[in-house]
């Protein structure tokens, strides 16, 4: 299985994305994806995540203006990004589980200028 990220990229302060994360090496959806995200000097974090009932969750500094969303026909999940802020910039990282084994795609980098 292997995760593979896109979407990333320059964006000014109010600014859009759309990052998308698609699964190879299965057929079958990955029972929880998330976003996770590692600015310089900083810890890798939460951003938000889906469960397989897609119930989603977000971390409190981006509620409201990330969303989370599964595309069935690519299994795939988006992150869709509006509102952005210097704040956001960072390399961003898609993960999911399947079968009790988590997995991680090679991160995209979301630079937010002001």
């Known amino acids: 299985v292997q995760l593979q990220a896109s979407g990333g990229g320059l964006v000014q302060t109010g600014g859009s994305l759309r990052l998308s994360c698609a699964v190879s090496g299965t057929v079958f959806r990955l029972d929880d994806w998330g976003w996770y995200r590692q600015a310089p000097g900083m810890q890798r974090e939460l951003v938000g995540h889906i469960s397989s009932s897609g119930t989603t969750t977000y971390e409190d500094s981006v509620k409201g203006r990330l969303t989370i969303s599964y595309d069935r026909a690519k299994n795939a999940v988006r992150l869709e990004m509006n509102s952005l802020k210097p704040e956001d910039t960072a390399v961003y990282y898609c993960?999911?589980?399947?079968?009790?084994?988590?997995?991680w795609g090679q991160g995209t980098q979301v630079t937010v200028s002001s």
């Open positions: 993960t999911g589980i399947r079968l009790g084994k988590r997995y």
